[in-house]
């Protein structure tokens, strides 16, 4: 029988990663309602990749770090990202991490709210299934 290899959710995985170490900032993958422009704010989600081999996925995750100033958007953004790159070794889940580009001012288009922004792939390893 041919095995079907199923890859974990690495959006949910940098959440899930990233919300204990940055308490009490909101990690999420959408933008709340709520939210308003002095509450900070790290959004994650995937905007691309492609599997490495049979069995690793190697997915671009773009991070979204929003705060009410740009310094504390920008050191927010330097936070998450050197935990993001850190994944490798903080989780048995991600066998690499590699930083593709970041952090950049790119202030929020709708709000004006200072944003700064960065990419991480991340390969990880899928498990079979039937």
Request: aromatic share 4%; hydrophobic share 40%.
């Amino acid at each position: 029988m041919t095995e079907i290899i199923r890859f974990p959710d690495g959006e949910l995985f940098l959440i899930e990663l990233l919300k204990p170490r940055i308490a009490p900032v909101k990690v999420a993958s959408l933008v709340p309602k709520q939210h308003t422009q002095s509450d900070k704010l790290v959004r994650v989600s995937r905007t691309g990749g492609s599997t490495k081999d049979l069995v690793t996925d190697g997915g671009t995750y773009l991070i979204e770090c929003y705060a009410a100033s740009v310094g504390d958007a920008h050191d927010l953004c330097a936070e998450v990202r050197a935990i993001a790159l850190a994944a490798a070794r903080l989780s048995d889940r991600v066998r690499r991490a590699v930083d593709g580009g970041g952090p950049a001012y790119l202030p929020d288009p709708d709000s004006g709210q200072p944003k700064y922004q960065c990419l991480v792939q991340l390969d990880m390893r899928g498990t079979a299934t039937s």
